[in-house]
């Protein structure tokens, strides 16, 4: 179905640029071969049938440049100057008047360019205008699946993994194949598959018993330039391989590792490498043998090093059993007090994987003060496609705005222009290895997502690990484009939609940066002290007084002064810290007032009406589409608004009522709050 297609659906198109192109793509020709190669080939075809109705005459020619020639080869060539723009992966459409030239000086390059060749014909942009060469930002663009053996996925929103079922691969692998065709499309070219809590059967996916069918996944994704990840259980030497320790400093957990590594190599020769996540949320490492999380690493990358793989480490890694009654101790200086007295400890091939935010993906948080504090380490950006926190795909959440706010952050480290996206392109401090990685949010649903404008935010992620700059606007019209329609009414209507989701969807929930207020395990409806006499780290502090947490260096955690030097005064002044963030960096009296002259509590009221108000939009916005898109679509975002709707409600009340409960203070406008 067309919900199955998402942005490769290749429609037709029905007007003068489309016969245009019909004259010229009735040949293709190939210069070099290899499966990627095919890939690419396969996939013109598919788009030139679907777009065009054309079924190209595909010549082969010996040559060894990689390219591909639709129609007449003459006047389309690459010169030395183009050859020496390009890069690696990158790629080259160039246009005269009846041929188009996609070049790369790999077949990758090819592949991108031919998936960016149609996105330009789908859209309907003319030949003549075709020309273009793009570089991607940065080496690692990769997806990580939360995927279970057992067929389960952790924090997944879209049914079980495509992968595994009942502790089994599954054997059909089309649905493999679309994927990989899906995220290279994007310019994804690294995936792990299965979760970061590896459990013990999970374990056992780096002996021969699994490796096998691990590298037949790998051959798949290999053909769409697709390297596969492991993630890895730290304590592998212990549970697969009978030893008393997984110390990384013992000789015989080092050869272990070794020749593990050498094993596994025989069956993917180019396999990516390891991710870990290590003494995080009861997951072994190297705290339990007294050693740092450097030396933890680099054992691992020396056994990947005789091979060219890397260890990707997550900077996750916070006590999760803390106590609620102190104060002092706050989960948001883990990580970076954790890792910042490693920096320039750690081997080249190692790089370390940070979420954007110092807590977890919370709806709004902060940048991670790693990013610019770190200035000798490799490191990625991690982000969360599955909408763990945002509404686990029954709400529309659009991320690529919250995205785009934490690549776009200023980090002031190496003075300005040190944003986010600059560090992770390793473009400020030079970087072995960079990019991004974020948990996918896929599942064996019929439409992959759940929620159908979900898709959204994994096509958009993708583009932006090819080009960060990229804006929201350009990115949700492209998205529309490919899977919906080049109708402007319906560009206009979905777009207006996706491009408020996100901040709609803060307003009805936890405000001002404070985050959480969800039901614990599941996290999913509202639960104002789910999590406040927890152990998670988690709190609100709220009073009847006030709310919030002081992370000042001058009274309370200290938190804010982990910043370079304009951020960290603008964090600790309560007049100056953002106000979307207040909560977070200051505890604050519910009749304080905000710039907007509101108390606070009214705010957190007026927020929660509008949020719903928004969600009612929303609805009806989309209503007055009926007709104008496929009913299997249609009818299924609608579903998911009522949801939406029904729960956005419920958040908006408990909230409300919540605050006016603690603190006394009614409603100025008299609305009912319970
Ligand atoms: C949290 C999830 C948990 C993950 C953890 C992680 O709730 O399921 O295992 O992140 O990133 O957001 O390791």
């Known amino acids: 179905g067309r919900a199955y297609d998402c942005w490769l659906a290749y429609r037709p198109l029905e007007n003068a640029v489309a016969d245009q192109y019909r004259t010229i793509c009735k040949k293709v020709a190939v210069a070099g071969q290899s499966a990627i190669m095919e890939s690419a080939v396969d996939e013109l075809k598919r788009g030139l049938k679907g777009i065009l109705g054309v079924e190209p005459e ?9 390219a591909l020639f639709i129609g007449s080869e003459s006047g389309v060539e690459l010169t030395a100057d183009d050859m020496h723009a390009l890069g690696d992966e990158g790629f080259i459409l160039k246009t005269c008047k009846d041929a188009i030239l996609i070049a790369g000086k790999t077949d990758r390059g090819v592949l991108y360019g031919t998936f960016a060749f149609l996105r330009c014909l789908q859209v309907g942009i003319k030949p003549e205008d075709l020309s273009r060469m793009e570089n991607p930002a940065a080496g690692i663009r990769m997806i990580n699946h939360w995927d279970n053996l057992d067929g389960s996925i952790e924090r997944g929103y879209a049914g079980n993994s495509i992968f595994f ?10 649905r493999v194949r679309d994927y990989a065709r899906l995220l290279s499309s994007v310019g994804i070219n690294g995936i792990s598959i299965n979760n970061v809590n590896v459990h013990a059967r999970e374990t056992r996916l780096i002996t021969r018993e699994l490796l096998p069918e691990v590298a037949e996944l790998a051959g798949i994704f290999r053909n769409y330039g697709i390297s596969v990840y492991l993630s890895v259980n730290y304590s592998s030497p212990i549970e697969l391989g009978g030893l008393s320790t997984a110390d990384p400093l013992d000789k015989a957990v080092q050869d272990w590792w070794c020749k593990k590594a050498a094993e596994i190599y025989e069956y993917i020769p180019d396999l990516g490498g390891f991710l870990v996540k290590a003494d995080s949320e009861f997951r072994p490492g ?39 009654r102190d104060t002092k101790t706050d989960r948001a200086n883990a990580a970076y007090d954790h890792f910042m007295p ?35 380490t490799n490191q990625i950006l991690e982000l969360q496609i599955t909408q763990e926190y945002t509404g686990q795909q029954k709400h529309v959440c659009f991320l690529i705005p919250q995205w785009k706010e934490v690549l776009d952050f200023e980090t002031w480290s190496n003075g300005p222009g ?52 990229l804006s929201s606007e350009a990115i949700a019209e492209e998205w529309i ?48 002290d789910g999590y406040e006499y927890s152990p998670w780290g988690t709190y609100h502090r709220a009073d009847w007084r006030a709310i919030g947490v002081d992370r000042t260096v001058a009274r309370g955690t200290g938190f804010a002064g982990r910043y370079h030097k304009p951020n960290a005064d603008m964090y600790e002044d309560m007049d100056k810290c953002p106000e979307e963030l207040l909560l977070f960096f200051h505890r604050v009296a519910y009749r304080h007032r905000l710039k ?12 929660h009406f509008e949020g719903v108000e928004e969600v009612e939009q929303f609805r ?38 919540y605050f006016y409960r603690k603190s006394g203070i009614p409603d100025e406008k008299g609305r009912t709050i319970y």
């Open 286 to 324: 190297p705290f339990t043998y007294g050693r740092t999380h450097d030396q933890g690493a680099n054992m691992l990358a020396k056994a990947l090093e005789p091979f060219g793989g890397i260890v990707i480490w997550r900077c996750f890694v916070y006590n999760c059993r803390q106590d609620w």
């Open 58 to 66: 595909v010549l082969y020619a010996k040559s060894d440049t990689r």
């Open 481 to 528: 484009r490919l899977t919906f329609s080049n109708d402007p009414e319906i560009i206009g209507t979905i777009s207006d939609i996706l491009l408020k989701s996100w901040l709609t969807y803060e307003k009805y929930t936890s405000p001002l940066g404070i985050g959480w207020m969800i039901n614990p395990n599941h996290h999913y409806g509202p639960n104002v």
């Open 620 to 657: 009806e916005k989309w209503l007055s589409l009926e007709g104008k898109i496929d009913r299997e679509r249609f009818e299924s975002v609608l579903e998911r608004l009522d949801i939406q709707l029904k729960d956005a409600r419920e958040w908006r009340d408990v909230v409300n009522s």
């Open 596 to 607: 907007s002259g509101k108390t606070l509590i009214q705010h957190i009221y007026d927020t």
């Open 165 to 174: 079922r009942d502790n089994q691969f599954i054997a059909d692998k089309s």
């Open 342 to 376: 490693l920096d320039g400890k750690f081997m080249d091939n190692v790089v370390l994987q940070i979420k954007n935010g110092p807590m977890d993906f919370q709806v709004r948080e902060p940048v991670s003060p790693l990013f610019g504090g770190l200035t000798k």
């Open 418 to 469: 040190s944003t986010v996206k600059k560090l992770v392109c390793g473009k400020v401090y030079p970087q072995k290895h960079c990019g991004f990685a974020a948990v996918s949010n896929i599942g064996d649903n019929a439409n992959w997502t759940g929620h159908v404008l979900a898709q959204a935010n994994l096509y958009g992620y993708g583009r932006l690990t090819w080009n960060p700059d």
